[in-house]
């Protein structure tokens, strides 16, 4: 989904405003906007920073992007 991409590119530049929170990001369909499908991974890190991985990411979670 195009939109999912450009969403979580926008989140991670967002991570330079210290109020953002990019773990909260979602899209949904333009006919479909109570449907809405979450961006990044909802869980928080020791710290209380959030994973930056895509939800339901396999693995541990991370605050560095895998390709």
Do not use: K, N, Y
């Not at 906007?33 to 920073?49: A, E, K, N, S």
């Amino acid at each position: 989904m195009g939109g999912e991409r450009l969403a979580r590119v926008i989140g991670r530049w967002m991570l330079v405003l210290p109020m953002a929170d990019p773990g909260e990001t979602t899209v949904s369909e333009e006919d479909q906007q109570f449907l809405r499908q979450r961006v990044f991974c909802d869980l928080r890190l020791p710290g209380g920073r959030r994973c930056l991985l895509r939800d339901g990411h396999d693995g541990d979670c991370s605050r560095r992007l895998r390709r």
